[in-house]
């Protein structure tokens, strides 16, 4: 029996482990291996193996507390994750349960991707300030201790190039959310 599926499967977000194996020289960024125990006992590990830098396998997460055996033993069996992009199911090494499952997943992916919100993109302004009254710190500081005034939001004005930006990106965003939501409110009620 191999210990820690559970651990393994919910770290990877996957619903059971793979049963395409390895074919011990492609590379992949996430596999599942199996790892003998100092007690004779199996677990499974996460693994990964890029074949330009990599020999062998490499471990990247274990779950057991007991050591498990390395060396001349090694990681006996691997069995590769694919990659979540892959949207052929039909394709995927997983149970009929599974492949089920990955099909309704493929399938509300592709309803939001073509709903009306997901054609609705925030276009980032081109002043790197997000806004187009806004010219330097100055102006950006006085901008957010306005904004934080009016919308009764307490803490410092930030002070450096860089926290000043990311402050104004969150305002930015803030207020096209908001506008967002007004958009589709009054959708809703035509």
Same mark, same amino acid.
Request: one cysteine or more; a negative charge.
């Given at each position: ?53 990599? @020999? ?20 006996? +069996? ?77 803490? @410092? ?22 506008? +967002? ?10």
């Amino acid at each position: 029996m191999v210990h820690k599926e559970n651990e393994v499967c919910q770290y990877l977000g996957i619903p059971s482990i793979p049963k395409k194996k390895w074919d011990g020289k492609s590379s992949f960024k996430r596999g599942v291996g199996i790892v003998d125990l100092l007690s004779g006992e199996q677990a499974y590990v996460v693994v990964t193996f890029d074949s330009e830098k990599d @020999k062998d396998c490499r471990v990247v997460k274990v779950f057991s507390l007991e050591q498990f055996k390395l060396g001349n033993f090694g990681i006996e +069996n691997v069995f590769v994750v694919p990659d979540y992009m892959d949207t052929d199911v039909e394709n995927m090494d997983f149970d009929e349960k599974s492949k089920e499952a990955a099909r309704t997943l493929v399938n509300e992916a592709l309803d939001l991707e073509n709903s009306d919100t997901a054609g609705s993109k925030v276009e980032l302004p081109k002043n790197e300030y997000y806004f187009d009254n806004i010219h330097d710190d100055e102006e950006a500081q006085a901008f957010i201790k306005s904004y934080n005034q009016s919308n009764k939001i307490r803490g @410092k004005v930030p002070t450096t190039h860089e926290a000043i930006i990311m402050r104004l990106s969150v305002i930015y965003s803030d207020i096209n959310s908001k506008s +967002n939501k007004s958009t589709t409110i009054k959708r809703k009620r035509k």
